[in-house]
């Protein structure tokens, strides 16, 4: 039996183990980035960015915990057998080898690599170096019981080092003061640092990392609900806590980047320049280590998730197949380009990310309405129709006269939160419903 400051040693290494999965490229370009379009409004475009790349995943995380599902399939059944599957393959893909698999080796090679090749061949360095990432992955996923010792106890802490070392510097060294906002973020800042969050997409990967989380605590010898869920939740807010941090911390040396740099197209040249800015070629050097620290720590919990979650779904293919296939297609992805990638993926963001904060929501107030399939199933609906109204949009787009029609049929549209009114008047309908099938029954 562990002694209670060997159980606090656990606990610290699956809460560091959970900031070191969320914790990808996507994590330090999107607030660099930004800081520098908010400007002198980044405090208030900051807490909308924390609600959704730290509050939502914390909520997932809890979600997931408090629900008593041993995945997302299962919590997403809720609302119908059928869409229990489909969502949960949907969200496994697109945070798997369809897109975020992908993009940690391609964010890594473009930071890390790319600056140092000199006039080597971009593709077949990339070719190379997507072997070598996703080789170190699959031998890091080929025992998923040891993530902890691995990630949480190694890595994680590693990766903090580095992280505090340059952001922390440039925390108490800031190039100059923040300057003017720049679009959406000098109109609406809140929401457009909501937006600006989903980028991370760790509300999707927490339906899935919270299983990982959940399988460690089993581990620590917690196997009564109520400690688990108070286990779980301990982790989730030690990892939401590190990401709040390092987020605010980001977005400030971006802020006060602009005066030494410039404003920049993206969140990594941000980051490449302050860092050469401050220390010079060490500085690339130093971000480079950042870079592929969160990135391989992601992948491998990305692997090990999709791995297991598509093991259960087909027992009769093993777990070890699935992590080469995993692998496999995002090598042959990652060598695509960042921007093939991103072409492909982000409307299925648009149509996964109102989903996913739905079932979260549903999930901690199931206890409200008896975990009644009709409220599920009447909440979602609109959600899941407004986010395929999402997903054409951002691929094919919509014609003058149908844009405006339906921003003036739908509140919160042109924003991006179309989903949230409908979504509300169906939860207090099907709650209606409910009761007077109760009623009748």
């Not at 581990?219 to 806590?241: E, F, H, W, Y």
């Not at 999709?306 to 692998?327: D, H, M, Q, W």
């Not at 042109?414 to 029954?441: D, E, Y």
């Amino acid at each position: 039996m562990m002694t209670s400051k060997q159980n606090q040693a656990s606990l610290w290494a699956v809460g560091l183990m959970l900031f070191a999965l969320f914790f990808g490229a996507g994590n330090l370009i999107y607030p660099a980035y930004l800081g520098q379009q908010a400007g002198e409004n980044w405090l208030i475009s900051m807490p909308g960015f924390l609600l959704t790349g730290a509050g939502l995943p914390l909520l997932g995380v809890i979600a997931i915990g408090y629900s008593g599902s041993r995945d997302v399939e299962a919590l997403a059944s809720r609302v119908a057998p059928w869409y229990g599957i489909a969502f949960a393959a949907s969200l496994y893909l697109a945070i798997g080898p369809l897109f975020a698999m992908p993009r940690t080796a391609t964010v890594s090679f473009e930071i890390a690599v790319l600056p140092l090749i000199g006039n080597l061949s971009p593709n077949m360095a990339q070719a190379v170096f997507s072997l070598f990432f996703f080789g170190l992955t699959y031998w890091l996923s080929m025992s998923p019981g040891k993530l902890v010792d691995r990630i949480g106890k190694i890595l994680t802490p590693a990766l903090l080092l580095t992280i505090a070392v340059l952001v922390g510097y440039a925390a108490l060294n800031p190039i100059g003061a923040p300057l003017a906002a720049q679009g959406d973020f000098a109109v609406r800042p809140m929401i457009k640092g909501i937006l600006e969050g989903y980028g991370t997409m760790d509300a999707l990967a927490s339906l899935v990392f919270a299983i990982i989380v959940i399988d460690a605590v089993r581990a620590m010898g917690v196997d009564n609900r109520s400690d688990l869920l108070k286990t779980t939740a301990i982790s989730g807010l030690m990892a939401a806590g590190c990401l709040a941090a390092v987020y605010l911390l980001i977005g400030y040396m971006g802020a006060t980047s602009v005066a030494g740099i410039g404003l920049q197209e993206n969140g990594a040249l941000v980051l490449s320049k302050s860092a050469q800015y401050y220390f010079g070629l060490g500085g690339n050097l130093l971000l480079g280590v950042i870079v592929l620290l969160a990135c391989l720590t992601t992948a491998v919990g990305l692997v090990t998730s999709c791995a297991e979650y598509f093991n259960r779904l087909c027992p009769g293919i093993s777990y070890k197949t699935f992590v080469i296939i995993n692998t496999l297609v995002s090598i042959v992805l990652a060598n695509k380009g960042l921007s093939a990638i991103l072409q492909i993926s982000v409307p299925i963001l648009m149509l996964l990310y109102p989903l996913t904060i739905v079932l979260i929501l549903l999930a901690l107030t199931d206890r409200l309405f008896g975990s009644s399939r009709i409220v599920y199933f009447c909440t979602m609906m609109p959600a899941l129709a407004v986010g395929l109204l999402d997903a054409y949009k951002t691929a094919f787009g919509f014609s003058e006269t149908a844009a405006k029609a339906i921003d003036k049929a739908l509140p919160l549209y042109s924003i991006g939160l179309g989903w949230i009114i409908p979504s509300l008047t169906c939860f207090a309908l099907g709650c209606l419903l409910n009761a007077a099938v109760r009623k009748k029954s």
